[in-house]
């Protein structure tokens, strides 16, 4: 009898050693996922960035841009069919919604061809809108 409640003891032992292992690696797996994306997002905005060197390459900036704020929405799994409804989930993580809100429409009327000129102006406040929702979720 004696020997049956020791095998036992050890059986629940290395099923919990188990069982912790197990979560462990699921941890660190999921931290080395979450690191290289957010690598992965640092990368593309430094792309961006450097389209905003020369003004004829500053529409591409601000397409890619909202393109990366809405891969980053859908990695955080913030629920919406297109951008506009996460940008609606995400209002409450993010600080300056209006700002996001002008760079999203800005894009639109970029990408529909609504757009004769662009001004500088727009440009580097509809950045400065991507880059602080970027900051507030914790990519930058």
Known sequence: ????????IVM???ALLAIIGLVVT????????AQALQRKFERQWLAVQRQCAKSETWPTAVIDADKLIDDV???MNFKG???GERLVSAQRT???????????????????????????????????????ALQDLGVL
């Open 1 to 8: 009898m004696h020997n049956l409640n020791v095998r036992i």
């Open 12 to 14: 629940i032992v290395i």
């Open 81 to 83: 069919k297109g951008m």
């Open 26 to 33: 699921s941890l660190v797996a999921r931290r080395v996922r």
């Open 94 to 132: 993010l600080t300056d919604n209006d700002a996001l809100w002008f760079a999203h429409k800005l894009c639109g009327r970029i990408a529909n061809d609504e757009m004769n000129r662009l001004y500088k102006k727009d440009v580097q406040a509809a950045l400065r809108g991507y880059r602080r």
């Open 73 to 75: 929405l859908r990695a």
